[in-house]
């Protein structure tokens, strides 16, 4: 047998080809062959080594300079963007699930225990802005500690002390490791949320209750209705009204909800920021 350069994918399309029987002295060739030539590339890697080349621990190296904390900074303050872009995607999925839940007749929501529908309304019927509530707390501390290293980062800009940088580098490490633990908890929590709403239209006594699955469709358009106002309480809520109240958001949020697009993406918490 013959040994040809190649790959090994190549020898098993010529032995599926049916071009020749692989035998095990054909193998052990194959294995010397690939032994021999890592060898020799291995040999001549050595043989272009500085002859006067001495190793050093890693931790014995030169510090960082300026420049690099200037650079590790600048490498955080993107980590920061997408720990937001993070929560986007989460808030995306909060609005889903809330969604869900709003569409759900009240019926629906009553046959929960008592603890699960307190659950559920604490987070999907608020009464007040979410920046008051427990559920959106972490969120905002996330939000908090963003924006002041996006802050400090533009602020030394033109500061080349090393210890300086050096010490809001570590700090900041720390913020940051903290707030990309935080939104995977947020992320369980919104799990864990999710499955409470989904229970609720498999419980057997929903096939007793007598639901027009129309007429309730209807009700979560009309603005005061039971189902339509709690809705709205719920949208209320969110920061971008709050941050912008009286431009009639509210309601062009509904539309969009209950139309064919649904709960779109969008710079939730990303965009609350200024960079």
Not at 46 to 53: A, E, I
Not at 127 to 153: C, D, G, H, M
């Amino acid at each position: 047998m013959v040994i040809m350069r190649g790959t090994l994918t190549n020898l098993r399309r010529c032995y599926s080809d049916g071009d020749f029987q692989v035998t095990t002295r054909d193998v052990q060739d194959i294995k010397s062959f690939y032994d021999f030539h890592r060898n020799l590339e291995i040999r001549e890697w050595c043989n272009n080594l500085p002859s006067n080349t001495t190793f050093k621990s890693p931790h014995t190296g030169d510090s960082p300079t300026a420049s690099i904390y200037h650079d590790w900074l600048d490498m955080q303050a993107r980590r920061g963007m997408e720990v937001l872009t993070f929560l986007d995607d989460l808030e995306k999925w909060y609005r889903v699930i809330g969604l869900r839940y709003h569409t759900l007749p009240i019926p629906l929501r009553r046959l929960a225990s008592p603890n699960v529908r307190a659950r559920l309304a604490q987070v999907f019927e608020p009464e007040e802005p979410r920046s008051k509530q427990p559920f959106f707390a972490t969120w905002y501390t996330i939000l908090e500690e963003t924006e002041n290293l996006f802050s400090l980062v533009h602020s030394l800009q033109h500061v080349n002390d090393k210890n300086v940088l050096k010490r809001v580098y570590k700090e900041k490490e720390r913020v940051l490791k903290s707030g990309e633990e935080e939104v995977m908890e947020i992320r369980r929590r919104l799990m864990a949320i999710d499955e409470l709403v989904e229970r609720l239209p498999t419980n057997p006594i929903v096939a007793e209750l007598d639901l027009d699955e129309a007429e309730f469709e209807l009700e979560l358009k009309i603005k005061f209705s039971q189902r339509g106002s709690l809705l709205r309480g719920w949208i209320w809520s969110f920061e971008e009204v709050q941050r912008n109240p009286g431009h009639g958001l509210i309601e062009a949020i509904v539309e969009e909800f209950l139309g064919d697009s649904g709960v779109g993406a969008g710079p939730y918490w990303s965009g609350l920021v200024d960079v």
